[in-house]
């Protein structure tokens, strides 16, 4: 990928980000994007995607997806999965051809609709922008929920979504917006939506103290270490360690695991990922906490194996942990 900018190179993570003197952003793992499936509201074959944008000055919007209409019971609405992409907090987008795959796939086996949130990226907008808009789509669900005087309700969520069935889901970085979006919902009371549930798919959570794969010696570990500091030093506000509560879910700082409102929580580490031991500790710090949570470790995968080899023989049975985790919701 070649940058449209002449100015020194300031930044750089290998294969994943560049930044220039003059304030150019080069994002090199960029797949660009896919527009929605259709506008059109009565789908009744496959996965109809459309896109809401919540805030036109910040660029925020949400790709509703939902599931074939003759598959659903239409007199009975379905839950809805909140969904935050990965990418460092940097890359990807809710509608990179990666991520609009995925979630069509999610909505049709899950019979769910799927809400995929367009947040601000590092290091334009470092933490908590992302945080922020994530947790405005909460806000802004509660609203449609609650059909607030003044506010467009979308048809598709006003006929079709059970507002007291809301999970949310993420992969890497956007594992660790959902459990910060969790930790803010403790503070509100809303009356329209009711979160059952939070998935984490290979957490990127971070910390000051070192933990053992990332003391290893080879430029592999020494590789690895490198990328994942430089990705938190310019997604971090300016001047934060890694102790930071946007980083350390468990840190000194951090707000107390049991504050987080969702009653389940299900984890998902990957054997060969580089990240899968601080997946392992917030596991076990939620289990200290007295959370309700289960851990899923994927044997000889790596990072979010799912979206880059969705052929994998591991891929259909994370999937049914998926939908297994937010069927048996009815039963707590």
Request: glycine share 8%; hydrophobic share 40%; aromatic share 10%.
């Amino acid at each position: 990928m070649e940058s449209s900018s002449t100015s020194p190179i300031v930044f750089e993570v290998p294969r994943f980000i560049r930044l220039y003197e003059d304030g150019t952003v080069e994002r090199l793992t960029d797949r660009g994007t896919v527009p929605p499936k259709s506008q059109d509201d009565n789908f009744d074959e496959e996965v109809a995607s459309k896109d809401v944008v919540l805030d036109a000055q910040t660029g925020v919007f949400v790709r509703l997806y939902l599931p074939p209409l003759e598959a659903m019971d239409v007199k009975q609405k379905v839950p809805l999965l909140v969904y935050f992409h990965g990418g460092g907090f940097c890359v990807e987008s809710a509608a990179s051809p990666l991520y609009h795959s995925y979630l069509n796939k999610v909505a049709a086996e899950a019979k769910v609709i799927c809400v995929s949130v367009e947040y601000r990226r590092a290091p334009e907008h470092r933490l908590p922008s992302a945080y922020d808009d994530c947790f405005g789509v909460l806000e802004w669900l509660d609203r449609q929920a609650m059909a607030v005087e003044g506010v467009s309700v979308d048809p598709w969520l006003a006929s079709h979504a059970e507002f007291r069935k809301v999970f949310l889901g993420g992969d890497s970085a956007g594992a660790t917006i959902v459990h910060q979006v969790g930790i803010r919902a403790s503070e509100r009371n809303w009356d329209g939506v009711c979160l059952q549930g939070a998935i984490l798919v290979h957490p990127f959570f971070g910390g000051e103290e070192r933990i053992e794969c990332e003391l290893g010696a080879g430029p592999q570990v020494e590789g690895f270490v490198k990328a994942v500091d430089g990705i938190w030093s310019i997604s971090l506000p300016v001047g934060a360690d890694r102790d930071h509560p946007f980083c350390n879910p468990d840190g000194p700082r951090s707000p107390a695991l049991s504050t987080l409102v969702y009653p389940r929580t299900l984890i998902f580490v990957a054997e060969q990922d580089a990240l899968k031991d601080r997946g392992i500790l917030y596991y076990e710090a939620l289990k200290k906490a007295g959370k309700d949570v289960e851990l899923v470790v994927t044997e000889g995968e790596n990072h979010v194996f799912h979206l880059l080899n969705p052929k994998s023989e591991n891929e259909p049975l994370m999937m049914k942990s998926i939908l297994d985790f937010m069927d048996s919701s009815d039963d707590h």
